[in-house]
């Protein structure tokens, strides 16, 4: 091994230009996985603390069984269980106030004293301030208020707000405003834990742990809740978000999105190394037989490539993961802001889990030395003689044959895997998909380079360089499909993105029109987790429905229930009158009979995740658990609705929840104004209404689905900007390959500017084969993509999320026009590289 070692170390050395270029492959693979999964599990940990705020929660909250205050060791245990990625401890109590304590006329005669540990704090939530500031560690008398309390109590920043406490009335200085609350309860007031825990004479005590956990696994979230249980003992109650919330459906979803991210990093940086190294070792046959003519036996050729691969594979990984933490840090810096803007979102530091630096260091090395490995396997395996001789078109023909037989079969499978609507067999068809995809490549090569290359001849006719270029590819179809297929990734993650961004939007969009199409909706303030809403008495419907110029009035009621174990959400809709202001989307059953067997018996519309969680189709039946013992309903129909569309749900007649679950509180209302109504007129009384109703917004139907829309075009900024930091690397990869490609021809240039062939020429040239080359993988690209778009919005649907899938024509322009844009970058600067070549230098290369 000190043989191929030494010999591999002044060969890397003897060419210092290919080395480097070769690493520098190496370096942005490693940098691409390191870098992006440095950002994701981030993103990922500010997602779940901004959802869990934006709600209200946290994974898990801890207090006493009598309701009193605690040591603080407590915390200490909860912090150092595995599996608790942060806790905070805090010491609440409700303050009531007498009439006119904060002034004549203010309704306000309770709030919430809050003591907090600031940086702790906001760990586990996302404290978004309007004016002013955060606290601080070093706080004394010091609060943060929302806006809502500060209008109530007509205060602005930097006022004295005056509370009765143990040691009489303490006033506190507002120094920082939050949004208006927007979840029932008292108002709360934040102020340091130190100064509560003097004010109310209990030091170094707490009543309330909350923590968040590091995984969303169900399995393994029960562990952690087991082990701090068992922690506790029987005097602690836990409050744990379950797996049945839209909350908890919400943030796996986010996970799942995170995750697809994550894997596709995963593939580009080592399709990037695998390429690369690949095209390098391929191109080296002449000196392969030159080792093999001297005496060296087929085990000293592999070990040669292997040390190679090795050496490269230790300094790139190395600088690659240096180069993609400081890529991690830098774009998440800039897309903080971004996240803010638009999707109201706080970003906290980088997160480097161990994993991640194991599986970059193996993905790194491991693909170096395999991508060295089978190349070096097959040259070892040819002749000396036949390693030497100028061309090895036959043997590559031969090659080609074979691979792209294999290729044409996969291809099939994959299609067939497509066609059968089994979303194990869609997926496992994606990756032979793009596996099929390289092999055949080199065969529709030449096809498809005589396409483009007539519209360059075209371009460049009068010196010939369109044509020649055309030659260059066809006549070493292997080397171009490589180089080619460097394009294609980068590009098939655009065409996939686009295509599942389009399916979402225009999906959840038309979805959303459907069920909250109607004119106006009273709505409130936790939409889709209804259990914690305070609805009204069918008097407010009643009243609505009296209004001069409201036409059909629907209201939606709530009750929760278990599915055979599985909890489950019942909403209760009125069937004759539900339709006339809205519509659930169907994915099986008629709506029409749908809603008519409703009035009949005991009947239920399942939404999809009702239906693929619990493996339900048209015409089952299912148990469900209610006050009056269980009872069995049978499915009418598979259909969901905007606000349900991520936990398990089902809808049934408003007579039987009341019949089963004695339920007749309404929890949301839509309506639709009659013909000719005087819109204006009528919506000062619907306010003038809501208003004895402080627990519904009144909200018009138009506007909530043009904030929905706005809301949708932010999260897919956010996605395409995912998409840029993914398809960057493409780019790099392709103008190292064709740089790559320039040393490895550095004779053939020398060729043609011996028979007078102009510098600007052998510009055009490389510009050209550049531009064929992106056109290759442009093509191969939008297969790919298309491929593996319509693969995840499959998935979805098959998860129970009926996605329905939209072509991207945007995302196949955009895609088109950006590969060919990085032929033309990518070429720059081999193609200046190349004309620079001096001609006896040129001739005289190796």
Not at 108 to 114: E, G, P, Q, R, W
Not at 265 to 290: K, P, Q, S
Not at 680 to 697: G, H, M, N, T, W
């Amino acid at each position: 091994m000190n043989l191929q070692l030494t010999l591999a170390a002044r060969y890397l050395w003897g060419r210092k230009l290919r080395t480097f270029l070769t690493t520098l492959a190496i370096v942005i693979g490693a940098l691409v996985i390191f870098g992006m999964n440095i950002m994701l599990p981030t993103m990922l940990q500010a997602f779940q603390v901004n959802m869990l705020a934006a709600s209200g929660q946290v994974d898990l909250t801890i207090t006493h069984e009598t309701g009193e205050a605690f040591s603080r060791t407590v915390l200490n245990k909860i912090r150092l269980t595995e599996g608790v990625r942060a806790a905070s401890g805090s010491l609440r109590r409700t303050l009531n106030v007498p009439d006119g304590f904060f002034g004549h006329g203010i309704q306000v005669t309770a709030v919430s004293l809050v003591g907090i540990e600031p940086r702790l704090a906001q760990t586990l939530r996302n404290y978004p301030v309007k004016e002013g500031r955060f606290l601080r560690s070093s706080d004394t008398a010091d609060a943060v208020i929302t806006t809502s309390l500060a209008d109530s109590l007509d205060l602005k920043l930097g006022d004295r707000l005056p509370l009765p406490t143990s040691e009489g009335v303490v006033p506190f200085t507002i120094v920082g405003l939050l949004p208006e609350r927007t979840l029932p309860g008292n108002e709360e007031i934040l102020v340091p834990l130190s100064e509560v825990q003097k004010l109310l004479d209990l030091p170094k005590r707490i009543n309330t742990i909350e923590a968040n956990l590091d995984t969303l696994d169900p399995a393994r979230r029960e562990a952690i809740l087991a082990a701090i249980e068992a922690q506790l003992g029987d005097d602690y109650n836990m409050g744990a978000l379950t797996s049945g919330t839209e909350l908890f459906a919400s943030l796996r979803m986010g996970q799942q999105m995170f995750s697809l991210f994550g894997f596709l990093a995963l593939c580009m940086g080592g399709f990037i190394i695998f390429n690369t190294f690949r095209t390098v070792v391929a191109e080296r046959r002449h000196d392969i037989g030159m080792l093999r003519a001297v005496g060296a036996s087929r085990r000293t050729i592999i070990g040669l490539i292997l040390a190679e691969g090795l050496l490269q594979g230790v300094v790139g990984t190395a600088v690659g993961m240096a180069l993609g933490y400081l890529m991690g840090v830098g774009v998440t810096a800039l897309m903080g802001p971004l996240m803010g803007q638009f999707l109201h979102v706080e970003l906290g530091a980088p997160v480097v889990s161990p994993a991640l630096v194991v599986t970059t260091i193996v993905l790194g090395i491991g693909v170096t030395l395999l991508a060295g490995l089978l190349p070096a396997l097959s040259a070892s395996r040819v002749t000396p003689l036949e390693a030497l001789r100028p061309t090895v078109a036959q043997v590559l023909r031969r090659a080609m044959s074979v691979g792209a037989i294999v290729g044409v079969i996969l291809i099939v499978l994959a299609i067939a895997g497509l066609l059968s609507g089994s979303l194990e067999a869609t997926a496992l068809g994606g990756l032979l998909f793009l596996v099929g995809l390289v092999l055949v490549a080199p065969v529709l090569v030449k096809p498809i380079a005589s396409v483009f290359g007539g519209l360059i001849a075209l371009a460049f006719a009068r010196d010939g360089t369109g044509a020649l270029a055309q030659g260059n590819l066809t006549r070493q179809p292997s080397r171009a499909a490589i180089t080619a297929s460097a394009t294609m990734i980068g590009l098939a993650i655009i065409v996939a993105i686009g295509g599942i961004a389009t399916s979402l939007t225009g999906t959840f969009l038309t979805i959303l029109q459907k069920s909250l199409g109607s004119d106006y909706m009273l709505m409130p303030p936790s939409v889709g987790v209804w259990a914690s809403d305070v609805g009204a008495r069918p008097e407010l419907a009643d009243r609505l429905r009296a209004v001069p110029g409201v036409g059909p009035v629907s209201t939606m009621r709530f009750a929760a229930a278990t599915a055979d174990g599985k909890p489950v959400s019942l909403l209760g809709i009125d069937p004759a009158v539900f339709p006339q202001v809205a519509a659930l989307n169907f994915t099986a059953g008629d709506a029409r009979t749908a809603y008519a067997a409703l009035a009949e018996g005991r009947t239920l519309i399942a939404n999809g995740p009702f239906a693929a969680q619990s493996g339900l189709e048209v015409g089952d039946t299912v148990r469900l658990s209610t006050p009056r013992g269980r009872q069995v309903y049978r499915i009418a129909a598979i259909a969901g609705d905007y606000l349900n569309a991520k936990i398990m749900t089902a809808y049934i007649s408003q007579a039987n929840l009341r019949a089963d679950f004695d339920k007749t509180e309404d929890v949301f209302i839509q309506l639709n104004l009659a013909p000719g109504a005087d819109p204006q007129l009528v919506e000062s009384r619907l306010e003038a209404i809501a208003a004895d109703y402080p627990q519904f917004k009144l909200v018009s139907g138009k506007a909530y689905y043009e904030q929905n829309k706005q809301l949708f075009d932010g999260v897919f900024i956010f996605f395409y900007l995912f998409v840029g930091v993914l398809a960057f690397p493409s780019l790099i990869a392709l103008l190292n390959t064709l740089a790559i490609g320039v040393i490895e021809r550095t004779r053939e240039i020398g060729m043609l500017r011996a028979v007078g062939a102009t510098r600007k020429q052998i510009r055009r040239t490389v510009l050209s084969e550049a531009l064929l080359l992106a056109a290759v993988g442009t093509a191969f690209g939008l297969l790919a993509g298309l491929y593996l778009g319509y693969v995840m919005v499959l998935g979805m649907g098959v998860a129970g999320f009926p996605f329905t899938y939209s072509f991207p024509f945007a995302g196949l322009l955009a895609a088109i026009a950006i590969g060919l844009l990085f032929g033309v970058l990518a070429a720059l600067l081999p193609a200046r590289q190349a004309a620079r070549l001096e001609i006896v230098r040129a001739l005289r290369y190796e």
